[in-house]
Nanobody, 128 residues
Framework: QVQLVESGGGLVQAGGSLRISCEGSGRSFSAYAMAWLRQAPGGDRKFVAAIDWSGGSTNYADSVKGRFTISRDNAKNTVYLQMNNLKPEDTAVYSC?????????????????????WGQGTQVTVSS
């Protein structure tokens, strides 16, 4: 079973940039679609971005399109989220997740229930 560990969160001013990472263990990591989701205080977990196993297909929430970029390096078992022009409303715990049921598929799931392996999350705080 793949395990996921996020890193790179922190405090940044509005308009700034941050890159967070998610490293996975296990040889099957490269076969899974991966996603970033976030949960703000008192809110529900929401989809942010996802990428297929090859990195050839991506999907983004409307709220982050044009500002965030998801990418992956399968040689390093790592998926990234580059976040630019950050806003205070981006403040949340960001978690990465793997959709193991879509192993090897070019489909990019965008619902949280499609993802079955989760990391513990990393806090991103954007000050105004």
């Amino acid at each position: 079973q793949v395990q996921l560990v996020e890193s790179g969160g922190g405090l940044v001013q509005a308009g700034g940039s941050l890159r967070i990472s998610c490293e996975g263990s296990g040889r099957s990591f490269s076969a899974y679609a991966m996603a970033w989701l976030r949960q703000a205080p008192g809110g529900d977990r929401k989809f942010v971005a996802a990428i297929d196993w090859s990195g050839g297909s991506t999907n983004y929430a409307d709220s982050v399109k044009g500002r965030f970029t998801i990418s992956r390096d399968n040689a390093k078992n790592t998926v990234y989220l580059q976040m630019n022009n950050l806003k205070p409303e981006d403040t949340a715990v960001y978690s990465c997740a793997a959709a193991t049921r879509y192993s090897g598929s070019s489909y990019v799931p965008f619902k949280s229930y499609d993802y079955d392996v989760w990391g513990q999350g990393t806090q991103v705080t954007v000050s105004s």
